[in-house]
């Protein structure tokens, strides 16, 4: 008899409080809670496989629970969480902490607590009379670019046979979201010759350089909101581009050796993220022929931090149509505005959707939380995922 949602729930609690426990800052290694999980699986008889990164010192796991049969759901989830630093909190966010219905801690909504849902299923899912396989697909370095996961997409991929669709458990109130935008974040520097601020023929600054293509960024995300399409299911509605960073100069009375600045474009599915900024980086080259007409060490360099896909709707899809089915949700499609690693499995040529517990406002926030009615939520989908699995 497959296990409650009550019963599923507390072992997913339990399961959370550990996972929260490992600082998995995206700056720091996830191999403590990789290991965690290794041997968690082992002892419910489930071998698991790292994709690892190029140095070893972060991982991707994953697991296939069932036969080697067509037809399989991956669970996914990245392991990693953003910084504390400086955040007002009033617990101690590496302790999970329950208050007023409420469960604190980093990652708790973004998205630890999916992530103790699946591992809290496996149980049930190792001895029921599966059809069909679940796989585990645990990612790191989501939160700097998505960087881990299309590794291990590839090896899911190339699995015989591969699994069929994916639900990514990014926190949307186990609601189903179909689409989300792209994201790609880029760092251009701009490289002056000092000189006395008083000989401005003498030297080139690299803030007032940098404040042209800055400019340029600026009338290119006026540009954005006035071409808005109404019919847009984003909010907003429009691409968003936003300059996140600045770094320059050392003196006021010096003209800036140096400026730098990061900036991340986010785009809806119908709109090429590489087509818009093409003006811009044609700039930049101008530019720094520019520089280097004046001062050979002068000019402008710029390089990629991520480039994520966008999640582009698939109504009527096989992973939406499950998805539903297990959350109970009869809604509108819905989109969302932040980045996942949804778009990359749908590159990756899987089936898939964003549902699971938790809401993206709590996610990288001080204090953090999960409402326990949530995991409940999501411990009925799990259930019912196990029954759906083990049907005919």
């Not at 720091?28 to 419910?44: C, G, K, M, Q, T």
């Not at 109970?328 to 980045?339: I, K």
């Not at 749908?346 to 953090?368: K, M, N, S, T």
Request: aromatic letters at 6%; one cysteine or more; hydrophobic letters at 45%.
């Amino acid at each position: 008899m497959t296990v409650s949602p009550d019963a599923l729930h507390d072992r997913a609690v339990g399961i959370l409080t550990t996972l929260v426990g490992f600082d998995t800052t995206s700056r720091r290694s996830n191999l403590a809670l990789i290991e965690w999980v290794e041997a968690y699986l082992a002892d419910l008889g489930v071998e698991s496989r790292r994709v690892s990164n190029a140095d070893g010192s972060k991982a991707n796991l994953m697991a296939r629970i069932g036969p080697a049969a067509a037809g399989g759901v991956i669970l996914s989830g990245h392991t990693d969480v953003v910084p504390v630093d400086g955040q007002p909190w009033s617990t101690d966010p590496w302790v999970l902490t329950e208050k007023d219905g409420k469960l604190y801690g980093r990652g708790s909504a973004d998205m630890k607590g999916f992530i103790a849902l699946a591992l809290a299923a496996v149980p049930e899912l190792a001895k029921a009379d599966l059809k069909r396989p679940a796989w585990l697909a645990f990612s790191y370095d989501e939160e700097i670019g998505c960087l881990g996961a299309p590794a291990m997409i590839e090896a899911l991929s190339r699995e015989d046979p591969p699994p069929a669709l994916a639900v990514v458990g990014e926190p949307t109130g186990m609601e189903v979201v179909g689409a989300h935008k792209g994201i790609l974040s880029a760092k251009v520097t701009v490289t002056g010759h000092e000189a006395h601020s008083s000989q401005t023929h003498l030297g080139v600054s690299a803030n007032m350089a940098a404040l042209k293509l800055m400019g340029e960024l600026t009338a290119m995300a006026d540009r954005l909101i006035a071409d808005a399409d109404p019919a847009s299911p984003f909010e907003p509605k429009h691409a968003t581009l936003t300059i996140g960073l600045i770094h320059g100069g050392t003196a006021v009375n010096i003209l800036a050796r140096q400026c730098s600045f990061s900036f991340d474009l986010r785009s809806p599915p119908d709109q090429d993220p590489a087509a818009l900024l093409a003006p811009f980086w044609e700039r930049c080259a101008a530019m720094d022929a520019e520089l280097k007409a004046r001062f050979p060490e002068c000019g402008v360099e710029w390089e990629l931090y991520s480039n994520v896909p966008p999640l582009a709707l698939q109504p009527g899809g096989p992973a939406e149509a499950l998805a539903r089915r297990l959350a109970g949700d009869n809604g509108p499609l819905r989109a969302v505005s932040y980045a996942a690693e949804a778009g990359q499995f749908q590159r990756g040529g899987f089936p898939v959707v964003l549902c699971g517990p938790g809401w993206i406002d709590q996610a990288h926030q001080p204090d953090e939380w999960i409402e326990v009615a949530q995991l409940r939520r999501g411990a009925g989908f799990m259930v019912r995922l196990v029954e759906a699995l083990s049907a005919p």
